[in-house]
T-cell receptor
Framework: AQTVTQSQPEMSVQEAETVTLSCTYD???????LFWYKQPPSRQMILVIR??????QNATENRFSVNFQKAAKSFSLKISDSQLGDTAMYFC????????????????FGGGTRLMVKP | DAGVTQSPTHLIKTRGQQVTLRCSPK?????VSWYQQALGQGPQFIFQ???????QRGNFPDRFSGHQFPNYSSELNVNALLLGDSALYLC????????????FGSGTRLTVV
């Protein structure tokens, strides 16, 4: 069974500052993807960043970057220069299995972290 | 380029009734997955459809069933509704079950009274 744990139910940060959201996971698979999704009040899950487990280099996407520690099964999200529009629920998710034709796959989500960016 | 479209956006049903939720995937996507998100929680995987077949299933009872049509759209059916089925139901589409990128819809908010 796969599990994803987000230990910070709520966090706040001042506008323009940096914040880090934590995520740990567990899986027996070697090949998997990790994601951070943002869910604003509009309810739609928006992909923030993706990390392939076989890549050692940490993914970056503009102000968003991750610290992927495969051995420790840790996947944290750093948001730099926080903006008011970053206020939302953030979910860490694990996709597995991958590269198995026709077997299908599934996303396992953590419980989420509510981030509030204060002016 | 249309994203994932779900209908209806909101729905109120009575215990014991049956409900059908609909999803049209993003243009070019052929795989559809359904998730249940209870209030204040992360989404839980229900099942995934590809080539009109169920490819993966989460830990949900048989009351939850689905279908995928030749145009890749999908339906989620829930029978004998329980109060605990009240949730946001999210549809996500992707290409070839590759997992490289899921596109989510805005969901259907189901309330069971």
């Amino acid at each position: 069974a796969q599990t994803v744990t987000q230990s910070q139910p709520e966090m706040s940060v001042q506008e323009a500052e940096t914040v880090t959201l934590s995520c740990t996971y567990d899986t027996s698979e070697n090949n998997y993807y990790l994601f951070w999704y943002k869910q604003p009040p509009s309810r739609q899950m928006i992909l923030v960043i993706r990390q392939e487990a076989y890549k050692q280099q940490n993914a970056t996407e503009n102000r968003f970057s991750v610290n992927f520690q495969k051995a420790a099964k840790s996947f944290s999200l750093k948001i730099s220069d926080s903006q008011l529009g970053d206020t939302a629920m953030y979910f860490c998710a694990l996709l597995s299995p991958v590269f198995q034709n026709n077997a299908g796959n599934m996303l396992t989500f953590g419980g989420g972290t509510r981030l509030m960016v204060k002016p | 380029d249309a994203g994932v479209t779900q209908s209806p956006t909101h729905l109120i049903k009575t215990r014991g009734q049956q409900v059908t939720l609909r999803c049209s995937p993003k243009s070019g996507h052929d795989t559809v997955s359904w998730y249940q998100q209870a209030l204040g929680q992360g989404p839980q995987f229900i099942f995934q459809y590809y080539e009109e077949e169920e490819r993966q299933r989460g830990n949900f009872p048989d009351r939850f069933s689905g279908h995928q049509f030749p145009n890749y759209s999908s339906e989620l059916n829930v029978n004998a509704l329980l109060l605990g089925d009240s949730a946001l139901y999210l549809c996500a589409s992707s290409l070839d079950m590759s997992g490289r990128g899921y596109t989510f819809g805005s969901g259907t908010r189901l309330t069971v009274v």
